[in-house]
């Protein structure tokens, strides 16, 4: 099972509160887990990303925790802005056939009001 | 600047009509990828390209064709497009082992 299933499908936060979206995952062959970031007319870019060997990465204001028993990830924003309005989406990856194979979830868009 | 530029950004075109989507990456990566986006269904995956000559289905590739002739390009080609393909797409190279895609901008195609 390749799918990786992601929530909530949108999301409103006070400026200065913490944003929480979750994923969950199937398959344990995954072993690199990407978050990308979404702004509106842009493509995804790279925001974070963690391995299952480690539960918790954090980048600045975003941090990744990972739960390698539930199969399951989740990205925290915290002090949230109005520039981390975005759309936001999860993904899992592993090697296949030689390629890296990349599923993305669904996204979540965030909104950040002042 | 290190990129990935798709071509053109948007597309209005009938039913039937064969086009193509261009895609050009200049930071010499192997993996290249196409995606298209929609509404609640996130990213899904059309073809992908290992390196040139060297392509294989993704997750959705029914009604599209690609093609990796050199290593930085790598057209989408929709032979006799239908309204149901109308989507969002996206472009995107990734460097052998470093595991993290770059994305272009995006074609916003509409097939009437």
């Known amino acids: 099972q390749q799918q990786v299933k992601q929530s909530p499908q949108s999301l409103i936060v006070q400026k200065g509160g913490i944003s929480i979206i979750n994923c969950a995952y199937e398959?344990?062959?995954?072993?690199?887990f990407p978050w990308y970031q979404q702004f509106p007319g842009k493509g995804p870019a790279l925001l974070i990303a963690i391995r299952p060997d480690v539960s918790e990465k954090k980048e600045g204001r975003f941090t990744i925790s990972f739960n390698k028993s539930a199969k399951q990830f989740s990205l925290h924003i915290m002090d949230s802005q109005p520039g981390d309005s975005a759309t936001y989406f999860c993904a899992a990856s592993m090697v296949s056939g030689g390629y890296q194979k990349v599923t993305f979830g669904t996204g979540t868009k965030l909104q950040v009001i002042p | 600047e290190a990129q990935v530029t798709q071509n053109p950004r948007y597309l209005i075109t009938v039913t039937g009509k064969k086009l193509t989507v261009t895609c050009s990456q200049n930071m010499n990566h192997e993996y290249m990828s196409w995606y298209r986006q929609d509404p609640g269904l996130g990213l899904r995956q059309i073809y992908y390209?290992?390196?040139?000559?060297?392509?294989d289905k993704g997750d959705v590739p029914e009604g599209y064709k690609v093609s990796r002739k050199e290593k930085r390009n790598f057209p989408l080609i929709l032979e006799s497009p239908s309204p149901n393909q109308t989507s969002l797409y996206f472009c995107a190279s990734m460097i052998s082992g470093v595991y993290g895609y770059t994305f272009g901008s995006g074609t916003r195609l509409t097939v009437v």
């Open positions: 398959n344990t062959a995954f072993d690199y």
């Open positions: 390209s290992m390196n040139v000559e060297v392509t």
